[in-house]
């Protein structure tokens, strides 16, 4: 399983931005797909996840702003964040699983590169 992310970039406090995870195979359909950051000096920490029968999970931090889709045909998920803070700085990475967790980081199997996430005040 390869996943490509994608989207990152810098924005002002209050905009937007679309991440991507691009996933080879079947893997959209078939594991539970995850959105991870890990800010400077922080550990990685979970963010939102889509479930293989697309049940969604947030961080409380970002509930209500961040949305977790998918589109199977392109076998892509997508991290659409609105009303970015300063403090969603951080470089955000895809993983996928297989064994049924979702926010549960050590037990993801495969892992994008990252994608960095500037978020200006």
């Known amino acids: 399983v390869q996943l490509q992310a994608s989207g990152g970039g810098l924005v002002q406090a209050g905009g937007s931005l679309r991440l991507s995870c691009a996933a080879s195979g079947r893997t959209v359909r078939t594991y539970n797909m995850g959105w991870f950051r890990q800010a400077p000096g922080k550990e990685r920490e979970f963010v939102a996840a889509?479930?293989?029968?697309?049940?969604?999970y947030y961080a409380d931090s970002v509930k209500g702003r961040f949305t977790i889709s998918r589109d199977i045909a392109k076998n892509t998920v997508y991290l659409q964040m609105n009303n970015l803070k300063p403090e969603d700085t951080a470089v955000y990475y895809c993983a996928a699983d297989r064994s049924g967790t979702t926010t549960t980081q050590v037990l993801y199997d495969y892992w994008g590169q990252g994608t960095q996430v500037t978020v200006s005040s």
């Open positions: 889509v479930t293989w029968s697309g049940g969604t």
